[in-house]
């Protein structure tokens, strides 16, 4: 995700530094970010000898900064797209908040996670929100923007109209477990593991009837392979928690193939299998 939201910003002229704990990482972000594009570049009504050109101009306005400490500076919008783990996010907030000068934007790309509580780690509660981007960020079109308890018009105006500078439609929801979003798509997903589970039927006949029948570009079960099936096990148990709703917990056999390794596209394999 966080490669697709530097992609994107780059995209629309913006300058982008990004950071990764690990710096393979890093590079395979930056490769990420040229392959992302250059296929973008090749949509656009552009010569094969400036196409080069274009990707190239782009990713000038890119540079990788090793420590959080090096992203404040002049930043205007810091956005994180951490793993769903409200501890590490605290963490890194904090430590933006410490970096990054008083009127910068602190942004979560947080699926599920509550903004308020996120918000509390920082001394700018006024100035943090929630920019859920949804995957592949440089092509679906919403923007989820979720206030925490303190967010300020200001902020949820800047960010809403960034999100229409990259291109993006936003729409605002309160700050709930899962939101708008993930409180809908969640259970969906979560149902048909179920119906795999419950031997209905199989993996590829599940999907099939989904995109068929409910003209879903992806079936549930890819899905969750894309978005990862750590983060959806994550998510379930948010809203479970915050809900206090066992309806929402996730489907053993989510859990089962989350505790074997098999995460989905980044894994390898998830309910079915990826080629390198």
Known sequence: MGAG????????GHEVVLHDVDEAAIERGRARIRDGLARRAAKLDLDADTID?????RLAGLRESASLDGLGAEAEVIVEAALEDLALKRTIFRTLDAAAPPETILATNTSALSIAAIAAATNRQGRVIGMHFFNPAPVLKLVEVIRGLETSDE???????LAGELGKTAAEARDFPGFVSNRILMPFINEAVWALHDGVAEAEAID??????????????ALADLIG???????MEVLRDGLDDERY???????????????GRKSGAGFFIYQS
Do not use: M, Y
């Open 229 to 235: 099936l750590d983060t959806c096990v994550a998510i």
């Open 53 to 57: 050109d274009w990707v190239d101009g």
């Open 155 to 161: 902020t949820a105006r800047a960010i809403t109209e």
């Open 208 to 221: 099939t009837i989904a995109r068929l029948g409910f003209a879903h570009p992806l079936g549930p079960l």
């Open 249 to 263: 917990a996730p489907c053993p056999l989510l859990q089962q193939l989350v505790s074997a390794g098999k995460l």
């Open 5 to 12: 939201i530097a992609q994107l910003a780059l995209e629309n």
